[in-house]
């Protein structure tokens, strides 16, 4: 089974702090996704990465930034958080096949 | 741009009584449709891909359909545990990214 960790499944940060958020997958996968989920919003895309050192921006990467320095793994970074960027985050991966696979999420509370 | 609309936002039901559950789609060519399902506070955990109008999947319960501009989520004679978010998403060709719909939640009566 694929296995796709995230470091985190609460977080709460102050405002203006820079967060580093982790996640692992198992599969070799090439691709790596982090989208975050608001009620009513569904999932957005944020970056994505198609290989080590290679990311695109998705849908709304403002205020975002990410790293992918081993092919098992793809940080996002907040780097000043805001109150708007609180969120349920999650990491997904994904091989040459479209599916897709999620970690249990990281809900993100920025007060 | 990708669009996905899911109908209803919500849905209740008792249980054994079957519905079905609808995902609108625009795409530029369509690489795949999924269909995942989402227990509050998880991740989506993936059910079924459907990459051609006419194809269907089922699993247990769940029948998934594919048209040209719509899918459908059957579930028949539901119980309980199948309360969750269904998310529907689709991947265009050339793409990486899946773009999402908004769900729909099932509450299943016993």
């Known amino acids: 089974d694929v296995k796709v960790t995230q470091s985190s499944r609460y977080l709460v940060k102050r405002t203006g702090e820079k967060v580093f958020l982790e996640c692992v997958q198992d599969m070799d996968h090439e691709n790596m996704f982090w989208y975050r989920q608001d009620p009513g919003l569904g999932l957005r895309l944020i970056y994505f990465s198609y290989d080590v050192k290679m990311k695109e921006k998705g849908d709304i990467p403002e205020g975002y930034s990410v790293s992918r320095e081993k092919k098992e793994r793809f940080s996002l970074i907040l780097e000043s958080a805001s109150t708007n960027q609180t969120s349920m985050y999650l990491c997904a991966s994904s091989h040459s096949l479209p599916e897709a696979f999620f970690g249990q999420g990281t809900r993100l509370t920025v007060v | 741009e990708d669009q996905v609309t899911q109908s209803p936002e919500a849905l209740r039901l008792q249980e054994g009584e079957s519905s079905s559950l609808n995902c609108s789609y625009t795409v530029s060519g369509l690489r795949g449709l999924f269909w995942y399902r989402q227990d509050p506070g998880k991740g989506p955990e993936f059910l079924f891909t459907?990459?051609?109008a006419g194809e269907e999947k089922e699993k247990e319960r769940l029948k998934a359909t594919l048209t040209k501009k719509e899918s459908f989520l059957h579930i028949t004679a539901p119980k309980p545990e199948d309360s969750a978010t269904y998310l529907c998403a689709v991947q265009a060709f050339n793409d990486y990214k899946l773009s999402f719909g908004a769900g729909t939640t099932v509450t299943v009566r016993a």
């Open positions: 459907l990459y051609s």
